[in-house]
């Protein structure tokens, strides 16, 4: 299966064009000692490497000059090619050696020693898709995602974060995605800029840093708040040109791309001619294009090449957020949705996607609505929803035409279980669906929606069951999907995604139901997000590489969380390095703060 091209340093001019299947193999770099590369050099011609144990057949041992030595590892190596046994030694942070059982010369020894016998040995993991912003400045924990052997999260996700901002927009954005991460009160958000924000995760917790390296992704909604406000119309000359300064100073400052959540106010309100010229800033920074678009139901592969479409107009790569199928209308379709992203590939699209391994979809109860309700932003929300008619067209654009905020399928209330709540007095509705709460109250399910949503202050969210298993096994085949929890931390309930999408990938869709070879696996958990947010020293096993690592049993590797207790811990996965420093040891989490920003250099 094709893998992920060479990652580059981010100061490269983008590629013109994507990749071809050929040359997502990366190349073998001198000096770094693979299987194929000691073949290749004469280390032992043809015959098979042999597995040094010790006795007269173990190569001699040096003395000890490395921070770190993992012996007998089974290396996965990020590229897809098999695996391979080996000790790998790490100084300052980097891996410094990588010797192959049976390889001629002494083995790397170390001032201490890790023996992996029967563990693999991959990159950490890279979450293209994470709502981290906040939690990894309040949670120095942060197990959530360090315990799945997650070295890295792409932040700024769906269009709204919390920079760049002024006073009001902070305030607003605050307010609109409270479900996500909650209020920030608890933090003193003291930061304007997207270069702030990054500086902030640096010298957080008194200058040690967060739990896990983070990069950031330009939100294109907050862009629009700041620029235009909340009004559903185009944005003027003026305003268009403030929004491409903002996203060029967010580029410089070292955002990777820009996102957008499509389906969510006030960013939906922007029209493709607007989305195509922030694009073209972002592409002139080397940056990538990730969308939450305009549907996931009804018209969804209208929208699908709708983003195709607009970025190849632009000259902007494309990341496809949680590219999935749902809703009834779209049950068995995605070899169609597979069909049109290799349509795009081979016309040239430099195209690459994410998904989390599960059915049910989870956000905001408060983003259902129709986008019209949300116009003028959360406080005119709640006007809206206390008046009486302005309610019962609210209702009728819901469950009778569909409203955008539901991808154009009128809502089905029992597929909406509430998962989390802000006010503490409404967390009996928690775990139970709207249609299930409502018959408990004995009224119509929206008279309960309405009320939650008043109550609660829009701080309600959801987990929506309307995905397909089909889908998901088969989108996550492609040779351009990469892996993303879109992992919401807030709630009693959150979906089990935050914390178990990477040992479910491995431990349900790799071992026990082999979808995926393990070793394709880790190039789509690994390289492919690395060579997608350009970075020239992570996403391999590789001399010289980032000592960004994990260590895991494939036999026993697995989610722990589930959607009756979501906030449990996986297993299997005893050890994960970043920069070298383990951040979880025998698989308890350390005090280690190795997290940093990973900025764009580009």
């Keep these: 299966m094709p893998h992920p091209a060479p990652s580059r340093d981010r100061g490269s001019a983008?590629?013109?064009?994507?990749?071809?299947?050929?040359?997502?193999?990366?190349?073998?770099?001198?000096?770094?000692?693979?299987?194929?590369?000691?073949?290749?050099?004469?280390?032992?011609?043809?015959?098979?490497?042999r597995e040094g144990r010790g006795g007269e057949c173990a190569p001699p041992e040096r003395q000890p000059t490395m921070d770190l030595v993992i012996r007998n590892a089974t290396v996965i190596d990020g590229t897809g090619t098999p695996s391979y046994r080996a000790d790998v030694s790490i100084d300052d942070g980097r891996i410094a050696e990588i010797h192959p059982s049976g390889a001629p010369g002494p083995r790397p020894t170390a001032t201490r020693t890790l023996d992996a016998t029967g563990l693999a040995l991959a990159p950490g993991f890279i979450d293209m898709h994470a709502h981290s912003d906040l939690a990894l400045l309040r949670d120095p924990?942060?197990?959530?995602?360090a315990a799945q052997g997650v070295t890295?999260?792409?932040?700024?996700?769906?269009?709204?974060?919390?920079?760049?901002?002024?006073?009001?927009?902070?305030?607003?954005?605050?307010?609109?995605?409270?479900?996500?991460?909650?209020?920030?009160?608890?933090?003193?958000?003291?930061?304007?800029?997207?270069?702030?924000?990054?500086?902030?995760?640096?010298?957080?917790?008194?200058?040690?840093?967060?739990?896990?390296?983070?990069?950031?992704?330009?939100?294109?909604g907050t862009v629009r708040m700041y620029a235009v406000g909340w009004d559903d119309r185009p944005a003027t000359e003026a305003e268009l040109t403030r929004m491409k300064e903002l996203v060029a100073q967010g580029m410089a400052e070292g955002a990777v791309g820009m996102s957008s959540g499509l389906t969510y106010t006030p960013g939906m309100y922007a029209k493709d001619a607007e989305l195509t010229e922030l694009c073209r800033v972002v592409a002139e920074h080397g940056g990538y294009y990730c969308p939450h678009h305009r549907s996931y139901g009804a018209g969804a592969l209208a929208a699908y090449e709708e983003m195709i479409q607009l970025t190849r107009d632009a000259g902007c790569p494309l990341h496809l957020a949680h590219a999935t199928m749902?809703?009834?209308?779209?049950?068995?379709?995605?070899?169609?949705?597979?069909?049109?992203?290799?349509?795009?590939?081979?016309?040239?699209?430099?195209?690459?996607?994410d998904t989390y391994p599960y059915t049910p979809g989870s956000t905001t109860l408060v983003a259902m609505l129709p986008s019209w309700a949300s116009e003028g932003g959360p406080e005119s929300i709640l006007t809206r929803l206390a008046d009486e008619a302005t309610a019962e067209r609210i209702r009728h654009h819901l469950e009778v035409l569909g409203s955008d905020g539901c991808h154009g399928v009128p809502i089905e209330w029992d597929t909406?279980?509430?998962?989390?709540?802000?006010?503490?007095?409404?967390?009996?509705?928690?775990?139970?669906?709207?249609?299930?709460?409502?018959?408990?109250?004995?009224?119509?399910?929206?008279v309960t929606a309405r009320r939650l949503l008043l109550d609660d202050r829009l701080g309600t969210t959801i987990l929506q069951h309307v995905g397909h298993e089909e889908n998901v096994r088969q989108i996550m085949r492609h040779r351009v999907h990469t892996g993303g929890s879109d992992g919401i931390l807030q709630g009693d309930k959150p979906h089990p995604r935050a914390y178990g999408t990477f040992p479910q990938y491995l431990g349900r869709?790799?071992?026990?139901?082999?979808?995926?070879?393990?070793?394709?696996?880790?190039?789509?958990?690994?390289?492919?997000?690395?060579?997608?947010?350009?970075l020239a020293d992570r996403g391999y096993v590789r001399e010289g590489y980032r000592a960004d690592l994990v260590l895991f049993d494939p036999q026993t590797v697995a989610a722990g969380s589930t959607f009756e207790n979501p906030r449990t811990l996986p297993v299997g996965i005893p050890h994960v390095l970043i920069d070298g420093r383990f951040v979880i040891e025998d698989g308890k989490r350390t005090s280690v703060l190795a997290g940093r920003a990973v900025r764009s250099t580009a």
């Design 326 to 353: 749902n809703f009834g209308v779209n049950k068995g379709r995605a070899p169609e949705l597979i069909g049109l992203l290799d349509d795009a590939l081979a016309a040239g699209a430099d195209i690459s996607l």
């Design 14 to 49: 983008p590629d013109p064009a994507p990749p071809s299947p050929a040359s997502w193999i990366r190349p073998v770099q001198p000096g770094i000692r693979t299987p194929a590369a000691i073949e290749q050099r004469g280390f032992g011609g043809s015959a098979p490497i």
């Design 416 to 446: 909406i279980e509430i998962s989390g709540v802000s006010v503490p007095e409404l967390a009996g509705h928690v775990g139970r669906t709207l249609a299930e709460s409502a018959r408990l109250r004995g009224e119509e399910p929206w």
């Design 141 to 145: 924990d942060h197990s959530a995602k």
């Design 509 to 534: 869709y790799v071992r026990e139901l082999g979808i995926l070879s393990l070793e394709e696996c880790i190039a789509h958990l690994t390289s492919r997000p690395a060579a997608r947010l350009r």
């Design 152 to 220: 890295l999260e792409v932040l700024g996700q769906d269009g709204l974060s919390y920079a760049p901002v002024d006073d009001r927009t902070l305030a607003e954005v605050r307010k609109a995605i409270t479900g996500w991460n909650g209020d920030g009160s608890d933090l003193d958000l003291d930061w304007r800029t997207v270069g702030e924000y990054l500086d902030r995760l640096d010298r957080n917790f008194g200058g040690q840093g967060i739990a896990v390296n983070a990069a950031y992704l330009i939100p294109q």
